[in-house]
């Protein structure tokens, strides 16, 4: 089992952009500004905290998306959610362990799971949409602009 992070050694997460394979991202060291000079920048915007679905049996993890992305159209991802989310260790975006990253890559192999099977826990916008006329390609954005008006 993997020790988790300690102060000053090695910050990691799991980055996931629509289209491409996800992208384990490790530090030296925990960010200094984490939320503003790494999650933000890499999501595109204003961050949602969301917890990690539970059918992964991952209690603690968290995933953090663009709170805005289905109104202003980002392109498809996985598991229910649109545009580049981030993989941490908990609310305070602790980094995760070697094992915790190897577990998030096994369960981002399950394209079709996330937030769209009912099993997770959360309500997902795109969950029935998706069950009517079939789930979209990894990075198709809505010729319209938006997901929902």
Not at 40 to 54: F, H, I
Request: with cysteine; net charge neutral; hydrophobic share 40%.
């Amino acid at each position: 089992m993997a020790k988790r992070e300690k102060a000053g050694g090695v910050w990691q997460c799991v980055v996931v952009r629509p289209g491409r394979l996800p992208d384990p991202v490790r530090y030296e060291s925990r960010p200094a500004d984490l939320l503003f000079g790494f999650v933000r920048p890499t999501v595109g915007g204003t961050v949602d905290l969301n917890p990690y679905p539970r059918q992964y049996g991952r209690p603690g993890l968290w995933v953090l998306v663009h709170d805005t992305g289905l109104l202003i159209g980002l392109p498809y991802n996985r598991w229910g959610l649109v545009g580049t989310f981030v993989v941490v260790g908990d609310q305070d975006l602790r980094g995760l362990t070697d094992d915790e990253v190897e577990g998030v890559l096994r369960d981002l192999r399950d394209v079709d799971g996330g937030y769209l099977d009912e099993a997770c826990g959360i309500g997902n916008a795109l969950r029935e949409p998706f069950q009517k006329y079939g789930i979209p390609p990894a990075g198709w954005a809505p010729p319209a602009g938006a997901w929902f008006k």
